[in-house]
């Protein structure tokens, strides 16, 4: 299975509907992933959670094809929409 499947299941699995979850492979994964449980949580708390994600369900090879995942709430989705 490639890393980009095996992580938007790891991803989904976490983040299940209606979170999202939108990841792209271009030399390299990055995505974000929108759910209200990242409200309340700064920065460094949703890139914690992503890693401990990929620590447990990831080898140290995969891990390393992933450079960036983003955490946001829908209403910080909404708003860097409406900035576009």
Known sequence: MAVV???KKILKERFPPPDKVKLRD???IIGVVTSKSFH???TMERQDIFHELLATHLTGE???QVLLIVGVTP???VA???DE
Do not use: F, H
């Open 75 to 77: 209403e910080e989705e």
């Open 40 to 42: 309340g949580k700064d």
């Open 80 to 82: 860097d929409a409406k």
């Open 62 to 64: 995969e891990r390393r």
């Open 5 to 7: 499947q095996k992580l």
């Open 26 to 28: 271009d030399d390299g």
